[in-house]
Each structure stands twice: as C-alpha cells, then as structure tokens.
Nanobody
Framework: QVQLVESGGGLVQAGGSLTLSCAAS????????MGWYRQAPGKQRELVAV?????KTNYADSVKGRFTISRDNAKVYLQMNSLKPEDTAVYYC??????????????????WGQGTQVTVSS
C-alpha cells in the first residue's frame, strides 16, 4: 500500500516563507512524477507545481518565481517564498507511481496525501 505523508504547513505573515514536505512509502516500483495541488475555501483544487521523472518542472503562473519544487528519491518539497494571502489553502501532495504486486505493474496518478493547511496573514 502506498502512502503520502505531508508536513510543514502553518501560519505565516505575508512575505514570509514555508517549506512543505511529502514523503512516499510503500511498494513503489517507479516514480513517474510528484507534485503539489492546493484548494482554497469555495474553490476547486488547482495545480501548484509538478516535477516529473528527469527533473522537468511546471508551475502555476500564480506561483512562478516564488515557489520551487524539488525531489529527493521518494520525497518531494515545495519551497514557498514571498507568500501572499491568496496562497492560503490546503496543500495536497500528489504522485504518479508505478507499483508492482502479484506479478503485475500498475500505474496511477491518483495518489494523494492528507493535506496540510497553509495560512498567510496580511
């Protein structure tokens, strides 16, 4: 069973920084990509940043130049600088893994962490 466990959320003043971490565990054969999404109250969940196998990254326009995603083996990080009140949301770790069990490979991008709250005060 694959699990994603996030940490690092909290309350910060506008202009401050936070680093989110997400650790994956379980029967992972290959990590195809990992990323971060966020969901603010009353809004749909949106992509923040993603890093795929090979190291290519992609960011939402709203965070470009302020957030940096990185990965170290089965951990993914989101360094958030120059935070704004509009960055307030629950942040979710997401992963696309290929797993191996009972002689077969399975690929899914539907692995999610439990979410961590980020609140930016003005």
């Amino acid at each position: 069973q694959v699990q994603l466990v996030e940490s690092g959320g909290g309350l910060v003043q506008a202009g401050g920084s936070l680093t989110l971490s997400c650790a994956a565990s379980g029967s992972i054969f290959r990590i195809n990509g990992m990323g971060w999404y966020r969901q603010a109250p009353g809004k749909q969940r949106e992509l923040v940043a993603v890093i795929i196998s090979g190291g290519k990254t992609n960011y939402a326009d709203s965070v470009k130049g302020r957030f940096t995603i990185s990965r170290d083996n089965a951990k993914v990080y989101l360094q958030m600088n120059s935070l704004k009140p509009e960055d307030t949301a629950v942040y979710y770790c997401n992963a696309d893994f290929t797993t191996y069990r009972l002689g077969s490979y399975y690929t899914s991008g539907d692995y999610w962490g439990q979410g961590t709250q980020v609140t930016v005060s003005s």
